[in-house]
């Protein structure tokens, strides 16, 4: 299954996905990258800025709507 596959999948099931998370979880360098591919297949993926730590990263998560 590919990267893209697993990630919506994970999403699927009501879970939301970081950088840091999608490398751990499935070995994903690019998680922008691969949400990218998602959207342009139509999947409604919702984006969180999450500040922790003096650190900015971003959350995913699919829109309510799309599930």
Known sequence: MSQSNQILE???KGNS????SALQLFG???LGAR?????RSGH???EE???MD??????YFL???SV
């Open 17 to 20: 996905i970081t950088p840091l």
């Open 35 to 39: 949400i990218f591919d998602l959207k």
């Open 63 to 65: 829109d309510k709507v």
């Open 49 to 51: 800025d999450v500040r």
């Open 44 to 46: 409604k993926i919702k």
């Open 10 to 12: 994970y999403l699927r």
């Open 54 to 59: 003096g650190k900015r990263f971003a959350k």
């Open 28 to 30: 994903c360098f690019r």
